[in-house]
């Protein structure tokens, strides 16, 4: 049976905030909605024209009428207009708090709409902070709103960073609230921000959202603005009365989809709530739940349009391209074998080669089987190259495949510096784990599923250049440990990190995701794709394993 959610609000004529966006958000959680309605507006996406009042008994009357029925397990307010409105939705609480516990309380204390239409009069101020608030599980101002709201408190603040967020969460709080969030949609901030905050205040609890993770470089090739370094954040701080503070930090996005955003976000938390997830939970999925609505919202209306409400509600088991998550399956593959791929990327192996230090004979054996594999690589995109519909497809596997003959020469003439011959490389026997690994992509090959193949081959593809990219990375830091000058690898370091082996990264990346679209998966076949995936990701792995266990 759904959760019944009441919110208490405004209207949206427009349909993108107030009530109409609380009961989206309310749905598109699973919960029943029931509503009353303070005010009405005539309001669209580019302003508010005109506000008409509910008398207040008449508020009181929706109140009681829903209480009287309804079996409520969450409560929003948001707008309540001027001070009798807001008195009667006090008393009406009050009244219920007396047959026994509210249940939680969320107040979006709106006072300003997007286009800067005020919604709230003076007098209802002193009503909310000395009244509303003392009743409310979570209070959730924006910058102007917890502005107005301090000063009212006779602190005047500006809040313009992660310091003042903090500090003015602690002030308000002491309202009588049990928790508050200040959101952060209107302060741009980054991630070196984060890191200082956080180390000025240890006991600060950052939870990253949306972002890309440790290596996940590759992601970057094509999009390096949205590397963490550079990428422009916002941040909520949720402050409860126990001291414990936990800072939600994401990407900024550059959209015009923000009409009723701070609704959305309070009646998300309040359906988290009514369907039993804890406080922390509650804030941190209606915040991603707002977030993507703003990222996959279709332009509606002249002026700051509507969220999309219901992105949640069709199940895609592979998220959407968006501007901060270009490459989505692959990232969704990554993230699903997260250990493995570390342990791949990050090998002893990999690390040595960064230093410098890796015994010659190790690697040397390594790239002799390297060789070797690369002839199962190249029969492999052969035979994907013949499982493919289209010519698109046929040449991005046969591009694949000169990019891995050139790798060839490359190979070669690399390896004569080594004093191995072509005769050698030709006359080394295979390893198991040079075996295995080819068998299983050929096998893998072999099989129906195309998109199988496709796993296999860029599990190998993309992680070398993930590898070449992490250790560029680390070689451009302060006091890094990788050390290119004098390095014996430097050259294989920068064939994986340089443009050719790059280029090939990214015609793998488009390949993989507008195969995923093109053929979007089963639940089972999206398990079956997972499955090969991280299969491959420990073979390559047992490559390096191969390479360090030479003279054990």
């Known amino acids: 049976m759904s959760n019944v959610v009441l919110t208490i609000a405004g209207s949206d004529s427009s349909g993108g905030a107030g009530i109409q966006a609380d009961l989206k958000a309310f749905a598109a959680h699973g919960c029943y909605g029931a509503s009353v309605i303070t005010a009405l507006t005539a309001q669209n996406t580019t302003g508010v024209q005109g506000v008409h009042p509910t008398p207040s008994q008449f508020v009181e009357q929706q109140i009681t009428s829903v209480f009287d029925d309804l079996d409520i397990r969450a409560i929003k307010t948001g707008m309540l207009f001027d001070a009798a409105i807001a008195k009667v939705v006090v008393q009406s609480l009050k009244?219920?708090?007396?047959?026994?516990?509210?249940?939680?309380?969320?107040?979006?204390?709106?006072?300003?709409?997007?286009?800067?239409?005020?919604?709230?009069?003076?007098?209802?101020?002193?009503?909310?902070?000395?009244?509303?608030?003392?009743?409310?599980?979570?209070?959730?101002?924006?910058?102007?709103?917890?502005?107005?709201?301090?000063?009212?408190?006779?602190?005047?603040?500006?809040?313009?960073?992660?310091?003042a967020m903090l500090a003015s969460a602690k002030k308000l709080l002491s309202v009588g609230c049990e928790a508050v969030l200040i959101k952060g949609g209107h302060i741009?901030?980054?991630?070196?921000?984060?890191?200082?905050?956080?180390s000025k205040y240890p006991e600060l609890k950052v939870i990253k959202q949306g972002l890309l993770g440790d290596n996940m470089e590759i992601l970057l090739v094509n999009y390096p603005d949205i590397a963490i370094n550079s990428l422009e954040l916002v941040a909520d701080v949720l402050y409860h009365k126990s001291g414990e503070t936990t800072m939600f930090v994401r990407p900024h996005i550059e959209s015009s989809s923000t009409h009723g955003t701070g609704c959305t976000l309070s009646s998300a938390i309040a359906s988290e709530l009514a369907n039993g997830s804890s406080l922390d939970v509650a804030v941190a999925n209606a915040a991603m739940?707002?977030?993507?609505?703003?990222?996959?919202?279709?332009?509606?209306?002249?002026?700051?349009?509507?969220?999309?409400?219901?992105?949640?509600?069709?199940?895609?088991?592979?998220?959407?391209?968006t501007a901060t998550n270009p490459y989505p399956f692959t990232r969704l593959l990554i993230e699903g074998a997260s250990s493995s791929w570390k342990g791949y990327v990050e090998h002893d192996f990999v690390r040595q080669l960064g230093q410098g230090t890796l015994d010659r004979a190790r690697f040397i054996h390594f790239i002799k089987q390297d060789y070797l594999y690369l002839k199962y690589y190249a029969r492999a995109y052969g035979l994907l190259a013949a499982k493919s519909t289209s010519f698109g497809w046929i040449r991005s596997a046969t591009e694949t495949i000169l990019n891995v003959l050139h790798e060839i020469g490359n190979h070669k003439t690399y390896c004569s510096t080594f004093g191995i011959t072509e005769a050698d490389l030709e006359n080394t026997p295979e390893s198991a784990a040079t075996t295995s690994y080819g068998a299983y992509m050929i096998d893998i090959g072999l099989q129906g599923d195309?998109?199988?193949?496709?796993?296999?081959?860029?599990?190998?593809?993309?992680?070398?250049?993930?590898?070449?990219?992490?250790?560029?990375?680390?070689?451009?830091?302060?006091?890094?440990?990788?050390?290119?000058?004098?390095?014996?690898?430097?050259?294989?370091?920068?064939?994986?990190?340089?443009?050719?082996?790059?280029?090939?990264?990214?015609?793998?990346?488009?390949?993989?995701?507008?195969?995923?679209?093109?053929?979007?998966?089963?639940?089972?076949?999206?398990?079956?794709?997972?499955?090969?995936?991280?299969?491959?990701?420990?073979?390559?792995?047992?490559?390096?394993?191969?390479?360090?266990?030479?003279?054990?």
């Open 289 to 321: 739940y707002t977030h993507v609505g703003i990222q996959t919202a279709h332009p509606i209306g002249k002026g700051h349009g509507p969220l999309n409400h219901f992105h949640n509600v069709t199940k895609f088991l592979i998220p959407q391209r």
């Open 450 to 552: 195309s998109m199988k193949l496709v796993m296999a081959l860029t599990a190998c593809l993309l992680g070398y250049g993930e590898v070449g990219l992490w250790l560029k990375k680390q070689a451009s830091m302060e006091n890094s440990w990788v050390v290119l000058e004098g390095n014996p690898y430097k050259h294989w370091i920068e064939e994986y990190a340089g443009k050719m082996y790059q280029d090939a990264v990214r015609i793998g990346l488009e390949t993989i995701e507008s195969f995923a679209v093109a053929d979007p998966p089963s639940a089972q076949r999206l398990n079956e794709w997972h499955s090969v995936w991280e299969r491959c990701t420990r073979l390559e792995k047992g490559f390096w394993d191969m390479a360090m266990q030479l003279s054990e």
């Open 188 to 198: 741009i901030t980054h991630i070196q921000d984060v890191i200082a905050t956080q």
């Open 95 to 163: 009244t219920r708090a007396s047959h026994g516990p509210l249940p939680p309380v969320i107040c979006d204390p709106v006072c300003v709409s997007t286009s800067g239409h005020t919604l709230l009069n003076e007098d209802a101020l002193d009503v909310l902070i000395s009244e509303l608030f003392p009743l409310s599980t979570l209070i959730t101002p924006n910058k102007s709103e917890a502005e107005l709201l301090l000063s009212r408190m006779g602190t005047n603040v500006k809040i313009n960073d992660l310091d």
